[in-house]
């Protein structure tokens, strides 16, 4: 079995998160916010708290992009390779993602969760999460962004 290593997100690595996002069913991109620009701006912006595990053969497979507006982090794009699910990954990604954030005074976490990601939902559960008692609202200021789910009506 490979040995998993959590590293730091580079802006080198865009090209293979985002074969990895592509691989993953019901994952949500945005036209605009997960182009390679706006990843790479995002990581500038964030430059030690995403991140990615790594095969010994250097492929990724996890990723998670972590940032924060100096207030509170938010977690975006959790995902493991379906391969390699069940091994500690996620919760590794998100540890090392936490201590960066606490390192830098950050003493809230939040993330999105679609619904209808059972996957998703079961694994924040898991690890200690709870669901939020407030109201997501959101509003779109360029209608160029619009979200695709992988795998879904393709």
């Given at each position: 079995m490979d040995e998993i290593q959590i590293l730091p997100m580079a802006e080198a690595d865009y090209d293979d998160v985002r074969a990895l996002w592509m691989t993953i069913h019901g994952f949500g991109i945005r036209a605009l916010d997960d182009s390679r620009e706006d990843v790479v701006r995002f990581i500038r912006r964030n430059p030690t708290t995403s991140v990615v595990?790594?095969?010994?053969?250097?492929?990724?497979?996890?990723?998670?992009?972590?940032?924060?507006?100096?207030?509170q982090g938010a977690l975006y794009h959790v995902c493991v390779a379906?391969?390699?699910?069940?091994?500690?990954?996620?919760?590794?990604?998100?540890?090392?993602?936490?201590?960066?954030?606490?390192?830098?005074?950050?003493?809230?976490?939040?993330?999105?969760?679609?619904?209808?990601?059972?996957?998703g939902n079961a694994f924040w559960r898991q690890i200690g999460w709870k669901q939020s008692d407030v109201n997501y609202y959101e509003f779109v200021l360029n209608q160029d962004n619009i979200t695709r789910f992988i795998g879904e009506d393709q």
């Open positions: 595990a790594r095969t010994e053969g250097g492929r990724i497979v996890g990723s998670i992009l972590c940032g924060s507006d100096g207030r379906r391969e390699y699910r069940r091994r500690g990954i996620g919760t590794r990604m998100v540890g090392y993602c936490m201590e960066r954030l606490r390192e830098m005074g950050i003493n809230k976490v939040s993330l999105i969760a679609f619904a209808s990601n059972d996957a």
